[in-house]
Structure formats: C-alpha cells, structure tokens
C-alpha cells in the first residue's frame, strides 16, 4: 500500500523541516507548503490524505483557505496551529470544518496522535459511504413488477411508512418480506436509525430471550459478561421479527408487555430502560390460525397486526417473473463477470410456467446458478435445473396441486442431502425448524429420507 500523503503548511521554515522530519519518521509521505498559493497548488496536483496547516502565512490566513478546501476536499482532515490561540478563533476554525485546532507550541507526539485520529476517522467515514452505496447497488425493490398483486403492495406499505403503528407482514417462505421491511424502514421516520432483524425461528427459547433482551454477568451458566439485547441495540430504529409465529409462548407476554409499556428489563437485571422501537414482524404462517390452536397468544396477536400487509407468492404475480428474472440476470452477471451472456425467449417462458414454490429467493437462486454454471452464450432453459419440473414431466403429473408440489419438492431435496436436514433447508432457503414443520404436515418420514 502507499504511504499516507499529508500536506505540512508552515511558512516558518524551521518548525515546516521539523515537522517533515518527524512525519516522515512516522512513515508518512510529506509534501510542504509555504503560503496559501502552494497549499491550494499541493491540494489540486497531489490528493492528499491530511494537512496540518500553519493559522498565519504570508499570503493570508488558514481561514481564508478553510471553505474553498472543505467544498472541494470534503474527506480530508484538516488540522490547524497556532501561535496566538483564542477560543473564538478556534470556533470559528471548527465552524469552517477544520478538524482539530492546536495551539503552538505542541508536542510532536500530540500531533501524531490528532492526525492518526483524523486519519481513522477519515476511514471510517469512507468505508460508511462504501457500505451506504454498495447496500444501495445491492437492495432490492420490493415492488418490481406491473402485476395489480405488488401494485396493492406498494399502495399499502406507501401508506404506513410513515407511521410508527407496527406492522406484520404475511407470506410464504422467499416471497421477499423481509426485503419488505427493510424498505418500510428506510421510508420512515426512523430511516437513519438502526434496523435490527431477527428469525425467531432459528433460536432455542433461552437464545431467543438473550438475544432480544440481553443479559448480566451472571444472569445463568455461561453469561460471563453483560451483553447487550437486539431491542437495545435498535432503540429509536425498528426491529424486525420475522417468523414470529415460530416464538416460545413464554416469551410472548414478555414482548407483549415491553410492546405494551415501552421499558424492558435484561435478563438479571432490576433496572428497568425505556425502549422506543418500530415493530415489524412477519410469518409464512396464519398466526390467526395458530391462535386457535393456542399455539400463538391472541393478545400479542392483536398487537402486532395493526396493519397487516400480505406479500403474494410469484405463482400469483406470473407477469413480473420476466421483469424480476431480467433484473436478477443483470446483477448477477456482472457480479460474476459473465455480461456476455443472454437469455433465450424460451428460458423466459419456462420460469413463467414454473409454479416457484420457495418464491423470489428460488428464482434468484436458480438464475444465480444458471448463470454460473451455463456453459454456451445463451442461458437456455436446460441451464435453469428446475429439478421438481422435470420430475413432473416424467410422472405425467402436469395437475399437481401446490401442496404436492411443495411435497415433492421437498422429497427431492432431502433425498438429495441424503436425508440431512440442515443442508437440505439451507438448500430450500428455511430454517431447520420450519422444515421439520413442513416435513410434519406433509407427513415426510425422515427415516424414509435417510436411507
């Protein structure tokens, strides 16, 4: 890597060598200054990382410099001394967008320290900007399409975006609800805020508990140091639950009352905390169904769906499937550097007659794989492996239902994994739990599936 540029504006010849000298030693590469007519000619021929920068210089001051500087190099820090230190003029320097003001003399070793901050901070606030714009490139738009299905979506989410109400959000598994939230998120008022997701499915109930609430040292065996819950972590922001039909019923009044009360209580804990949060919470279940079967709690079930959004599945919004599966093809080909690749008329039919059991997240999947593994210039329908498809072709079996669908499917995968179930789910795209749960209801023997 190349050495950090910093810029030294001192007209003061001694103190500019010093200082030279001794950033040099600090493995920095310097470039002097001796007025304000050399500093703004370093600035537009070198691009430096840094300057220290001299109050008083022949041609003017550091202030006169300070504006044109911050509109043209907003991200390079800039340090000021000198000699006659006031707090006014150190106001005003901050004000100006100087990073730190010094008052001479100054011990190098401070200097070292002040510009070593700046720096990180500088880097910070790079790889901040980094990860707003690549988050950016990478989000996708929940609402792709022209179908009237994800037009009402759009209408609806539109609507309370920019409401604190909670908001539960219904749909099967892959069908893009989480991508749905984090775009509620970022529309509200709370958008610059921090937005926390948890899978309620994925967790043992004592996890879940010290996930959400945290804990102290002590709290029970192995918690040897306090940590902080997710509810913490997002206050003033919006935590999204997803698959919150899958929680502990004893954890349920819990939640219910720190929904209810707005203050919570780590585990171990006696003081109590405000807690100021959106709740979004969503399921690929009927939660009104599992309140009947007394396996999800009717009060916290009337907390959480003040307004209830229910994304459709890609078998009832088949016009978008070209549109989604265009814009899946771009950014997939590009990431994988393959943009010589195209996609035949015939490729594009197949998956809108293909019933997409695990949704948007199996047709992002399968063109992700298409793309990688297709072997021509064109993506054909073969390159797709849209293996329950061909299954059915061969049984003659063209009027399935979509639970047989998702049976067989499910079938085929185990039998692929060998009857493992974890990677049999990572390779559907669920939890563990809920494909035991479909494995349940479709009366799959996992004895059958590992032999």
């Known amino acids: 890597m190349s050495k950090k540029r910093i810029v030294v504006g001192e007209d003061d010849q001694a103190i500019r060598g010093a200082l ?7 493995d920095y590469e310097v470039i002097p200054a001796g007025d304000c007519a050399d500093i703004r000619e370093v600035f537009k021929n070198s691009s430096p990382d840094a300057a220290i920068l001299d109050y008083s210089l022949p041609d003017g001051t550091a202030l006169d410099l300070l504006p044109n500087l911050r509109q043209s190099y907003p991200s390079v820090p800039l340090i000021l001394l000198t000699g006659n230190g006031s707090i006014p003029l150190a106001v005003q320097a901050i004000k100006e967008g100087a990073e730190q003001f010094l008052t001479k003399p100054v011990e190098m070793s401070a200097i070292a320290v002040v510009l070593e901050r700046a ?50 959000i219904a749909g099967e598994t892959g069908s893009g609800k989480g991508v749905l939230a984090k775009w509620i998120h970022d529309h509200s008022p709370r958008a610059e805020e921090p937005f926390v997701d948890l899978n309620c499915a994925g967790f043992s109930r004592e996890l879940l508990e010290s996930e959400l609430f945290g804990h102290e040292a002590g ?15 997002a206050q003033r922001g919006t935590v999204f639950l997803d698959e919150i039909g899958d929680m502990d019923l004893q954890i349920q009044p819990k939640l219910l009352k720190i929904l209810e009360g707005k203050r919570f209580r780590r585990l171990g804990d006696v003081q109590e905390r405000q807690l100021d949060v959106r709740l979004i919470a969503a399921s690929h279940e009927d939660l009104a169904d599992l309140v009947r079967q007394k396996k999800f709690r009717s009060d916290l079930y009337f907390r959480v769906n003040t307004v209830v959004i229910r994304v459709p599945p890609l078998r009832e919004r088949l016009e978008d499937i070209p549109v989604l599966a265009t814009h899946f093809f771009e950014r997939v080909a590009v990431d994988l550097g393959r943009l010589h690749l195209t996609v035949a008329d015939q490729t594009i039919e197949t998956m809108t007659a293909y019933s997409w059991p695990g949704n948007i997240r199996e047709l992002k999947n399968v063109i992700e794989r298409a793309v990688l593994l297709a072997t021509g210039e064109t993506i054909r329908p073969k390159d797709l492996h849209l293996e329950f498809k061909s299954e059915v072709a061969a049984d003659g079996e063209s009027q399935l239902t979509f639970r047989e669908i998702q ?13 493992n179930v974890a990677r049999a789910a990572a390779r559907l795209g669920l939890t563990r739990s809920t494909l035991y749960n479909k494995m349940k209801t479709f009366g799959i023997n996992t004895l059958r599936v590992q032999t």
Request: proline share 2%; net charge positive.
């Open 219 to 233: 709290a029970f065996t192995g918690a040897v140091q306090r940590k902080m819950g997710l509810l913490e972590f």
């Open 20 to 26: 030279c000298e001794f950033l040099e030693s600090l």
């Open 119 to 168: 720096l990180k901070n500088q880097r910070n606030l790079q790889k901040q900007l980094a990860g707003k714009a690549r988050e950016k490139r990478e989000s996708v738009d929940p609402f792709l399409g022209t179908s009237k299905a994800v037009r009402e979506v759009a209408q609806q989410a539109e609507r309370v975006c920019l409401s604190h109400c909670p908001v539960l």
């Open 407 to 419: 049976r067989l499917h499910i079938q085929k995968v185990l039998d692929a994994e060998r009857g």
